[in-house]
């Protein structure tokens, strides 16, 4: 039996489309539908169910999946006890990497972008997204995440503490009155995440320093509301990774207004015998380690 029938057989049982397992496998759709039709074929028998949303498996297709499942670690174990000149030089293959939409962007983006041109094999997918990615629907191999996950057979490790504050536009803050407490934010307008879209409570900030009757701008993007800030909408928490470089915001209330926040870094306990989404994964915890300074900045003073 053809293997490479059964590594797309395989792909489309975990990701559900002929898409997108043929983005993860690099290849076109139509290859793996081909594939897909001549394993039926020498089965004997339709292994998924053509449906609108894509692929479902059939009863025949759920009975062969676990074996197809042991055959991968076993291909899997063979790639992992091949001499050491089978090194990081020969990754290839597709990982698709999940963060939050700030540390995705302006800490993992430029870093990952530079590891592709170290191995030319591989391809990487960054989805910095505002919004939970769920690891169990394989909509991505490693998530980095604000809530260590507590479900499913994963690997989870803390990736990093990072730092997030209270931040104005300095002009703006200069013709507003002066915030020397808590109290004097009554005096000021506010940006922030759009409540019923929030992905998760450990954004949820603004309650604890003041309870605006209004916002004046709000988005689901971390990026979005930093712009607001800068143009002097109003104040905000944003991390310091992505505001402290910024010479035209100051830190409000630092003394106060200063927020710890961690990033989770998960995987599917199979992924960590692929040699390709091992190496990424270690890749990502050195960056984090080399920016330490960065997502936990020393404490800077107000403006004013």
Request: net charge positive.
């Amino acid at each position: 039996m053809d293997w490479d029938n059964l590594r797309y057989f395989l792909e489309v049982a975990r990701v559900g489309t002929l898409v997108a397992a043929a983005r993860r496998t690099g290849v076109e759709h139509t290859t793996v539908a081909r594939r897909i039709q001549a394993l039926e074929k020498q089965m004997g028998m339709p292994l998924f169910t053509r449906e609108a949303s894509g692929h479902r498996l059939t009863e025949a297709g759920r009975q062969l999946l676990p074996a197809v499942e042991a055959m991968e670690l076993a291909v899997l174990g063979v790639e992992q006890s091949a001499p050491a000149n089978a090194s990081a030089s020969g990754l290839s293959g597709l990982v698709r990497v999940g963060a939050t939409e700030g540390f995705g962007t302006l800490i993992l983006a430029p870093y990952l972008a530079e590891f592709t041109r170290t191995h030319t094999g591989l391809s990487i997918d960054l989805l910095a997204l505002p919004r939970l990615l769920h690891l169990s629907r394989r909509e991505a191999d490693i998530v980095i995440s604000l809530e260590r996950p507590t479900r499913g057979s994963v690997i989870v490790t803390k990736l990093a503490d990072y730092t997030l504050c209270l931040y104005g536009q300095r002009e703006y803050l200069a013709r507003k009155p002066l915030v020397a407490q808590r109290e004097d934010l009554r005096h000021h307008a506010f940006v922030n995440y759009v409540d019923d879209l929030l992905f998760t409570k450990e954004l949820q900030f603004i309650d604890q320093l003041h309870q605006p009757e209004r916002f004046a701008f709000r988005s689901t993007s971390i990026s979005a509301q930093y712009e607001a800030v800068r143009v002097g909408a109003g104040l905000a928490v944003l991390p310091a990774f992505l505001a402290d470089r910024d010479p035209i915001l100051s830190r409000v209330l630092p003394q106060e207004a200063e927020f710890t926040r961690t990033f989770w870094m998960s995987m599917p306990q199979e992924a960590r015998q692929q040699s390709r989404i091992q190496a990424v994964w270690e890749f990502i915890k050195q960056v984090t380690a080399k920016e330490q300074d960065l997502l936990r900045p020393k404490r800077r003073g107000a403006a004013h």
